[in-house]
């Protein structure tokens, strides 16, 4: 990425990962040396904001990043706006904005003077983007791959960007549906796919064992619940769906294969317990992030719950 010709950027949206890389790029596109100074939105004042974004005595490039500028009062935004209307040469300003909390109306102005620079992605663009990001690594994976990667790991941005890479560099880019399974059941020999197919069609003693034995061999609990979650997301966005398996999968960013896998194992279940699933995945999702709780009693725990509701 060049040098940008606009010094004031906007980087909107709630995924985490993907504000935060687009950070990393707009900050190298400064140039390289660029003095960085990391702000959060309700600290800024004018004062602030004016000795934060002054040209440097030493005609260094300097970048000024604003964090959570959606929780921001009205008086420190109101500074900011004012701020990106007359930047000084050398200086590059970023604005992380969520697009929500009590600054959402602000977004429409922001918009005005910032280059924007789109933080979100949809359920639907995630195979692309998982696609997209071997490609960046010079990987071209078929289809497949792609959903092989997102039903083991499950669909968080940095934990997907993260398995790429370390696919790419332990399989030297040769990459197939048998290697991702491979890598992902790895030393654990059970992996959360496994656990989540068996917990979906009701093997409970099955699920059980499985996920005690990945546990013991240092399967991580968080790893375990992304799977379950993935997979229960899955049979409740097909619950009860008929349709062609291709076209339902072009309409729901999902590979046709696991389409018509999860839409067979989605008539087993009954609406209520697709809720009650729902439920639960949600609550251990808290619970393995440290919400409360002993992780792998939860996970345990959600397992079988979610294996006797079918």
Not at 55 to 79: H, I, N, Q, Y
């Amino acid at each position: 990425m060049g040098r940008m010709l606009n010094p004031v950027h906007l980087v909107l949206g709630d995924e985490e990962f993907l504000a935060e890389r687009l950070t990393k790029q707009i900050i190298q596109s400064a140039g390289p040396g660029a003095e960085v100074t990391t702000m959060r939105a309700s600290e800024v004042t004018r004062d602030a904001i004016a000795m934060a974004a002054s040209p440097s005595l030493f005609a260094e490039d300097r970048v000024v990043v604003v964090e959570k500028t959606e929780l921001a009062g009205k008086d420190a935004t109101d500074a900011l706006l004012k701020s990106c209307v007359d930047v000084a040469p050398g200086v590059t300003l970023i604005i992380q904005h969520t697009g929500g909390g009590r600054q959402k109306a602000m977004v429409g102005k922001f918009k005005k003077v910032a280059e924007v620079h789109e933080a979100t992605i949809d359920d639907r663009d995630r195979h692309a983007w998982v696609t997209a990001e071997f490609r960046s690594h010079g990987v071209r994976p078929t289809p497949d791959v792609a959903a092989a990667l997102m039903e083991s790991v499950g669909s968080d941005l940095r934990e997907l960007a993260s398995a790429v890479s370390q696919l790419v560099a332990d399989t030297e880019g040769d990459i197939t549906v048998a290697s991702v399974r491979d890598y992902y059941t790895g030393v654990a020999e059970v992996e959360g796919f496994d656990i989540a197919d068996e917990a979906v069609t009701g093997r409970v003693d099955r699920a059980l064992a499985s996920t005690r034995r990945a546990l013991q061999l240092g399967t991580s609990p968080v790893a375990i619940a992304a799977a379950l979650g993935h997979k229960v997301g899955d049979v409740a966005k097909l619950y009860g769906v008929r349709g062609n398996p291709n076209q339902l999968a072009g309409e729901l960013g999902m590979h046709p294969f696991v389409v018509r896998k999860t839409m067979q194992v989605a008539r087993q279940w009954s609406g209520d317990a697709v809720s009650e699933a729902v439920i639960i995945v949600a609550d251990l999702d808290a619970e393995v992030k440290g919400n409360g709780g002993e992780a792998e009693f939860a996970v345990e725990n959600a397992v079988r719950r979610i294996a006797e509701l079918v």
